[in-house]
């Protein structure tokens, strides 16, 4: 991660490293991101050669955080190129990507930089230099606490003197690369019509606007449950809107006028309700707070059953003016994420709810939110086989064992993929249920060939595959793994 490799390349051609380039004397500005959300920056000055020892003199500072590793695990980058493009007189920028094993566990990570220099030290002989760096090695002495580092590094052009990289073009005049704005054209990007494009140098992302998040596969925009995530500031009830959401009071209180806090409402319902129903306008002019949209009813018994349980979330009741969680049959609790542990999937019961064991397997990341596991792929594939992408989404169907019937769809199956190319396949049936899946409108449907009876909890595993153009190479492979069971029976 310091600039040691570009400084000492082996220099092949004409190309320059950065100390035949600068001298030693430098600012360069390292970001880096991991896959795992952990961000890193890496300032580093150059000073030039200390006269005394013939060292290399390199200020550096680090701001951030990387994934956790612990002192004697196995450590292991992969090699890597980077491309150094000029950019000004003065300036070069630089990315790519790589990834670290730690003890088998891969975790990709990216990154790019900025060099400044000495206008007067001129520019690099090519706009385009490659700094390749292999047979890297490293060891962690944790008695001591040092790190020892090595690695081989050359520098060469990949291009000659006439050609840029992949999101920038030739300033003929000053044989300067220069940025292609990709968000100007949709020729030239794949943003989803639920995100904005956004430029950055020699590249661009796709992004969402506020109160929306990328899905796990980040090619689309979804809205963000802030109720469900604890990201509102409602002081009793919150409900979720698209994009954002809206506080509410239970039976008794009104919205304050900061519309996040509940305060006791002096307005009478038996004596004041008539006469103000017969008048819209005024009524929704004082009650406005309360976030009843009226029109949606049809007749005034709708309008008191919703105020009898108005304003509590899905899964709650109001009791004494207050919401509570339902109870379901037998006063048992109803499933919810929240029920089972963080690695368990929450299956609905007759009596309440039973909690399985759904651990994501090794290579594979676990998203605490909606349960999932996912990987994102490397040039040496997921598990699988996938190139691009891996998930694994854990459903429950419950179904009465006796009513079962032959050609019986069950359970849609589905992806945030668009790809139009998804196969679907019963990929594991331990207990040779007799079921079936069939494509429809791009989804899944399970479906049931014939009557049939069984105990337990059974397994059956769908994968869903979406493949390269005119190839047989899997790009995105999404495994559904299903529990059929009775609810009645565990």
């Known amino acids: 991660m310091p600039p040691v490799q570009w400084n000492t390349a082996y220099e092949e051609g004409s190309a320059d490293n950065g100390y035949s380039l600068t001298n030693g004397n430098f600012d360069q500005e390292s970001r880096y991101q991991f896959a795992t959300g952990h961000e890193l920056v890496i300032d580093a000055k150059g000073r030039g050669i200390d006269p005394d020892n013939g060292t290399l003199q390199v200020d550096i500072e680090v701001i951030g955080n990387i994934p956790m590793a612990q002192p004697k695990a196995s450590v292991v980058i992969e090699p890597f190129t980077e491309d150094f493009v000029q950019t000004g007189p003065n300036r070069l920028f630089s990315s790519s990507e790589s990834t670290v094993d730690v003890d088998g566990k891969q975790i ?100 969402c606007a506020e109160g929306f998040k990328l899905t796990a596969n980040g090619k689309r925009c979804q809205d963000i449950n802030e109720c469900e995530e604890g990201l509102h500031e409602c002081s009793h009830t919150c409900i979720n809107t698209i994009g954002g959401y809206r506080c509410a009071c239970p039976l008794g209180m009104i919205l304050h006028q900061d519309t996040l806090t509940c305060k006791e409402d002096s307005y009478n319902y038996d004596s004041d309700f008539a006469s103000d ?181 059974n397994k059956v595993v769908i994968q869903a595959t979406t493949y390269e153009d005119h190839t047989s190479t899997a790009l995105s492979i999404y495994t559904f793994v299903v529990f059929v069971y009775d609810p009645s029976s565990i």
């Open 108 to 207: 990709p990570f990216f990154w790019n930089k900025t060099v400044s220099y000495d206008t007067e030290l001129g520019t690099m002989p090519y706009p385009v230099e490659r700094l390749a760096t292999d047979e890297i090695l490293s060891d962690y002495d944790a008695d001591s606490q040092r790190l020892f580092y090595s690695a081989a590094n050359s520098i060469s052009s990949p291009y000659g003197r006439d050609k840029c990289p992949k999101g920038f073009k030739l300033d003929q005049r000053y044989q300067h690369c220069r940025d292609i704005d990709e968000c100007k054209s949709k020729r030239t990007n794949d943003c989803h019509h639920s995100q904005t494009c956004e430029n950055l140098f020699g590249t661009y992302r796709c992004i």
């Open 277 to 457: 129903w017969g008048n819209d306008d005024s009524y929704n002019t004082q009650h406005n707070r309360r976030n009843l949209n009226y029109d949606e009813y049809d007749s005034l018994l709708a309008l008191n059953q919703v105020r009898e349980e108005w304003l509590c979330p899905p899964g709650q009741i109001r009791e004494d003016n207050r919401c509570i969680e339902e109870k379901g049959k037998g006063g048992k609790e109803h499933c919810s994420l929240e029920k089972c542990g963080e690695h368990e999937t929450c299956l609905p019961t007759v009596s309440g709810y039973r909690c399985v064991e759904t651990r994501c397997p090794l290579l594979y990341q676990h998203d605490i939110q909606t349960r999932k596991c996912f990987a994102v792929c490397t040039e040496s594939r997921c598990e699988k086989g996938a190139k691009e992408w891996e998930e694994i989404t854990f459903v429950p169907l419950p179904l009465e064992s006796a009513s079962v019937q032959q050609y019986q769809d069950l359970l849609e199956l589905s992806t945030e993929d668009e790809s139009s190319n998804m196969i679907y396949t019963v990929a594991e049936n331990e207990f040779n249920l007799p079921l079936r899946v069939r494509i429809e409108n791009n989804a899944g449907i399970l479906y049931s060939m014939r009557y049939f009876d069984f105990e337990g909890v």
